[in-house]
């Protein structure tokens, strides 16, 4: 069940009836139940590895608290750290490093036939498992209290506005909220939340989906288009994977926000950044805190000398990277973006100006263009099929070569690419992810109304899946 | 919400917080509603634009393949016109290109025919289509399903050959009565918003850039009596890209070639139904070219165990089976359809068969 799906239009206010009519705990336990039933849809399979991601470190979590020994905690926490990194390698990465190994070692004159088992990926995988691993860290490292309730520490893993593709939730802000009453969401926070689920649709049925026919076939066949027509394909990937995920992200925002729950923000008009390291401070925000708090510091992160803290910079982001997917097109993504931060952190200081400073047009439109070029560079390795694919799509535009240009893929990209820059603006401007509740009440409907027309054409057919389901 | 707390200030003056916050929120009312009155008013301006616009958008594309949705509306408008024809071809693309309803009506007098046989799909969904939707809604008395040896691989059962998005599809699930409360929503919604009902041909102008071409044009069976392919040359000319295509996709539809007994069972069961309705069923092995012969991984001994499962099949079902063999390839469109002479040719084929079926329905029709 997507949330693009005429499915998950009936089921969450189903949901959402039942749960008002309810007490604290029966909330929690229908929230559970439905979490089951929403990721069970996807492939009821893999339940079991969601259930023993989360007694596992529920349990982790109880013994952390009945020892203060350091070498037996230290113990604990690596059960959990094995069991959710076992499953997490064993169903996302097997396959990748017995087929990269293979040929690695068949190249320096090895040759070995390990078994390839042709896994199948459960759904949302490396998001749950980082929930758990940051609760048990965060008890672990005694930065909070391990909570008593198997049921509210399994509905936060399960918790299924955010259990496929985030945001990635953090126990210290969200297990107290599953701990105690709701507050039913009044007028305006219920319509602050149905905005965030119309823009989230918006960005994904009209501007995500629609721009995925012309991104696909740029990727498929390079050699038959031209250097222009590559360079807008790599444009309008840029703009689907933010309509995409953004938009998902908004819609689980919207959703859990009218079942009382807050989510961290996700995104914040990132393609507004102007450098590299204030993208990461706006892109995917639950998942470079994690990498921060998780990886980056515990690693030294910028403490020690400056040769430490760029090897710190780049493990982070190829692990970053890694976590994407079971490839090495996302390795080499993070590679360029850990080689991207530690440059900029080597000859500039604009991260932390710019962390504080408003966007201006005037100055700082040359820099964000020169930053949106260099993440697109990055984004022809995360989109391609191959290393070798990716070089060859940059080395035609370099060369650029000629062929068909698909002139209403020009169209779509600068109609999608002004749609989300407008949105993002006027988020900006506003300082709200839903400006149009400070307009007009006339403009509001308007701009409501404008939004849904497209939303009901360009969502015909199967639902598109969000392209995060795949990581 | 906390509603009215135990103590309020409006107490002392005798007129309560809540009357107040009611009032003032009946004030308010109008303001909250104002968004949503105006998107409901541009959305119903969207509605009568599209609605005025109707005749120049095409009907909303519910089946998996725009032949499926044409041959589908042309039943429908035949059953409810009370047009149902006495001969009903059923098939994949080889029956869908050689059979000429309009000919084999000319040769067989006093019939009508025509042609529900549906390119690019596999024995299981030709014969869910051909049980479920046609027969029923056509009622005819003469069956002729055309296939060849590549329905009988086991490899036309994979969901991937589109037997997966046939079963799956919505108006599938819904005209075999199989529809959920999603699919029950989706009709009432086509059957009330114009801009839900037309939105693919309204999406059209961003996305046919990418759509893949399809081979058959449903164009050229209007009304089910024209035919797919009347003058491609075999392998000569604008048809060589496509015969090439073709043989390509034979050569995977015959790789590992095996007389599949779940094939045979399909085949058999979709006989025996038609028959139990009351139609006799003409099973007619399709004429083939020497080359789809040759791409079968062991050539005729391959062929001929199709053949013999064909005649076996027909047999245990009550079916009458004949085997045109192999023909000229002058008479093909390309290595595996027939043009519009070989159309013709089998039309002079079939129309004596054909016509001691209708004579023997006739017969046993009360």
């Keep these: 069940m997507t949330f693009n799906s005429l499915q998950y239009a009936a089921f969450l206010p189903l949901v959402l009836i039942a749960y008002w009519m309810l007490g604290r705990r029966a909330q929690n336990l229908l929230l559970l139940a439905a979490s089951y039933v929403f990721y069970g849809a996807f492939d009821w399979r893999f339940l079991g590895l969601l259930v023993l991601s989360t007694l596992t470190d529920f349990v982790v979590g109880r013994m952390l608290e009945g020892t203060d020994d350091d070498g037996r905690r230290r113990r604990i926490f690596l059960v959990s750290l094995a069991v959710n990194l076992g499953i997490l390698g064993f169903f996302k990465y097997f396959d990748f490093f017995v087929t990269d190994g293979t040929r690695l070692l068949g190249q320096l004159g090895i040759e070995v036939s390990p078994p390839v088992l042709r896994i199948l990926l459960p759904v949302g995988i490396s998001f749950y498992t980082f929930h758990g691993i940051s609760y048990a860290f965060d008890v672990y490292r005694r930065k909070i209290e391990p909570t008593r309730s198997l049921l509210d520490f399994a509905v936060f893993v399960a918790f299924f506005p955010q259990l496929v593709a985030g945001p990635i939730g953090r126990a210290h802000l969200q297990l107290p909220q599953f701990g105690r009453q709701r507050t039913r969401p009044d007028w305006p926070e219920a319509r602050r939340a149905a905005v965030l689920i119309l823009l989230g649709l918006f960005k994904k049925v009209a501007i995500a989906d629609m721009l995925a026919p012309y991104v696909n076939e740029a990727f498929s066949s390079p050699e038959t288009t031209s250097a222009l027509g590559l360079l807008v394909g790599v444009w309008a990937f840029a703009f689907q994977i933010y309509g995409d995920f953004s938009g998902y992200s908004d819609i689980a925002r919207g959703s859990s926000s009218l079942l009382g729950i807050s989510l961290p923000e996700n995104f914040n008009q990132p393609y507004l950044s102007r450098s590299v390291t204030e993208f990461w401070r706006r892109w995917h925000i639950s998942l470079s805190n994690w990498l921060r708090d998780y990886l980056y510091i515990p690693l030294g992160g910028n403490r020690g000398r400056g040769l430490l803290t760029y090897r710190n910079l780049l493990l982070t982001m190829l692990i970053g990277g890694l976590w994407h997917g079971a490839a090495l097109t996302f390795v080499v993504w993070g590679g360029l973006h850990g080689l991207y931060l530690a440059g900029e952190r080597r000859f500039s200081r604009v991260a932390d100006e710019d962390a504080v400073r408003r966007w201006s047009l005037r100055k700082d439109l040359v820099r964000t263009f020169v930053t949106f070029q260099l993440v697109c560079l990055a984004w022809v390795f995360f989109r391609a099929e191959s290393v070798g694919g990716a070089l060859g799509y940059l080395g035609r535009i370099a060369r650029l070569q000629g062929g068909a240009t698909d002139r209403s893929a020009v169209g779509l990209l600068v109609l999608s690419a002004a749609a989300v820059l407008l949105i993002d603006a006027a988020q900006h401007q506003a300082g709200d992810h839903a400006p149009m509740l400070r307009w007009s009440p006339a403009a509001r409907g308007a701009a409501y109304g404008l939004m849904i027309i497209p939303i009901v054409v360009f969502s015909g057919g199967s639902p598109v899946p969000f392209i995060y389901f795949n990581f | ?366």
């Excluded at chain 2, 036309?156 to 999603?182: I, K």
């Excluded at chain 2, 058999?268 to 004429?287: D, K, N, S, Y």
């Design chain 2, 1 to 366: 919400m906390s509603g009215v707390t135990a103590i309020e200030p409006g107490a002392e003056t005798g007129r309560s917080t809540s009357g107040r916050r009611f009032r003032a929120a009946r004030r308010r009312r109008p303001a909250g509603l104002l968004p949503l009155a105006v998107a409901l008013a541009v959305l119903l301006l969207a509605e009568v634009a599209v609605g005025a616009g109707r005749s120049q958008l095409d009907e909303p594309e519910v089946w998996p393949t725009p032949e499926l949705q044409k041959k589908f509306a042309q039943i429908e408008q035949r059953a409810e016109g009370g047009r149902q024809p006495e001969i009903v071809l059923v098939g994949d693309s080889m029956m869908d290109a050689g059979g000429d309803p309009a000919a084999l009506a000319g040769a067989v007098p006093g019939t009508t025919v025509y042609n529900a046989a549906i390119a690019g799909e596999t024995l299981p969904v030709v014969a869910d289509w051909t049980t479920r939707i046609v027969q029923p809604r056509l009622e005819p008395k003469v069956v002729v399903i055309g296939f060849s040896s590549n329905e009988l691989n086991p490899s036309v059962l994979a969901p991937e050959t589109g037997l997966g998005a046939y079963r799956s599809s919505r108006v599938v699930r819904a005209a075999e009565g199989r529809g959920s409360p999603v699919d029950r929503a989706d009709a009432f919604l086509r059957e009330h918003s114009m801009l839900y009902r037309y939105r693919s041909s309204l999406r059209r102008p961003f996305s046919d850039q990418v759509a893949d071409p399809d081979v058959f044009d449903p164009d050229l069976t209007p009304d089910g009596q024209g035919l797919a392919f009347t003058n491609l040359g075999y392998l000569e000319k604008d048809g060589a890209a496509q015969a090439q295509a073709v043989i390509q996709g034979v050569i995977a539809a015959l790789a590992g070639f095996t007389v599949g007994l779940e094939n045979v069972t399909i085949l058999q069961e979709m006989i025996r139904t038609i028959r139990v309705r009351g139609a006799r069923v003409l099973l007619v092995a399709m004429p083939v070219t020497d080359d789809l012969i040759a791409a079968h991984p062991k050539g005729e001994a391959d062929y001929a165990k199709a053949m013999e499962a064909f005649a076996g099949a027909a047999g245990r079902s009550g079916a009458t089976f004949v085997q045109p063999g192999i023909w000229p390839s002058p008479l093909f469109a390309d290595p595996v359809h027939l043009n519009g002479v070989g159309a013709a040719q089998l039309t002079a084929y079939l129309a004596p068969l054909v016509q001691q079926e209708v004579a023997a329905a006739r017969l046993s029709t009360p």
